[in-house]
């Protein structure tokens, strides 16, 4: 198994089909435009490749803020339900750790979906901790 950043077409359709087991309704035209606007702010995508096959995937971005300092932002994590429980999420969480570190950040952050109690398991198992809620308002 590999790490590698998705830059072809082919690693980004790639990326979509993983994606949407997380992002179930994430419609393949959304995106398509989301992802280019992300990519533009800088958005990247890490994944964890079984020889040509995308089995787990990383989508970061490295921001500064007050209370973060400079981090990198785990926007997505999902690891191919037919290869969960193997280590794949944590091996790329972990290189995303390092990768974070030797781009000069100071800690690692995300978002996980209250009912989500398996990836919250996963998550402190890893050391991350429980530091605030996140709150949205729809501005539709």
Same mark, same amino acid.
């Given at each position: 198994?590999?790490?590698?950043?998705?830059?072809?077409?082919?690693?980004?359709? *790639?990326?979509? *089909?993983?994606?949407? #087991?997380?992002?179930?309704?994430?419609?393949?035209?959304?995106?398509?435009?989301?992802? #280019?606007?992300?990519?533009? $702010?800088?958005?990247?995508?890490?994944? !964890?490749?079984?020889?040509?096959?995308?089995?787990?995937?990383a989508?970061v971005i490295?921001?500064?803020?007050?209370?973060?300092?400079? +981090?990198?932002?785990?926007?997505?994590?999902?690891?191919?339900?037919?290869?969960?429980?193997?280590?794949?999420?944590?091996?790329?969480?972990?290189?995303?750790? *390092?990768?974070?570190? #030797?781009?000069?950040?100071?800690?690692?952050?995300?978002?996980?979906?209250?009912?989500?109690?398996?990836? +919250?398991?996963?998550?402190?198992? !890893? $050391?991350?901790?429980?530091?605030?809620?996140?709150?949205?308002?729809?501005?539709?």
């Amino acid at each position: 198994m590999e790490i590698r950043e998705a830059v072809t077409g082919e690693e980004w359709n *790639q990326v979509y *089909q993983l994606l949407i #087991e997380l992002r179930t309704n994430l419609e393949e035209g959304t995106f398509i435009k989301l992802s #280019e606007e992300m990519r533009i $702010e800088g958005y990247r995508v890490f994944g !964890l490749y079984d020889k040509e096959e995308l089995v787990s995937l990383a989508g970061v971005i490295i921001r500064t803020n007050f209370y973060a300092g400079r +981090h990198v932002f785990i926007y997505d994590l999902v690891t191919k339900s037919s290869a969960r429980s193997k280590g794949c999420g944590r091996k790329l969480l972990q290189f995303i750790e *390092q990768w974070g570190k #030797e781009q000069g950040c100071e800690t690692a952050g995300l978002d996980s979906g209250l009912h989500r109690k398996d990836a +919250h398991r996963f998550y402190e198992g !890893l $050391e991350y901790g429980k530091y605030s809620y996140a709150f949205r308002k729809n501005l539709k």
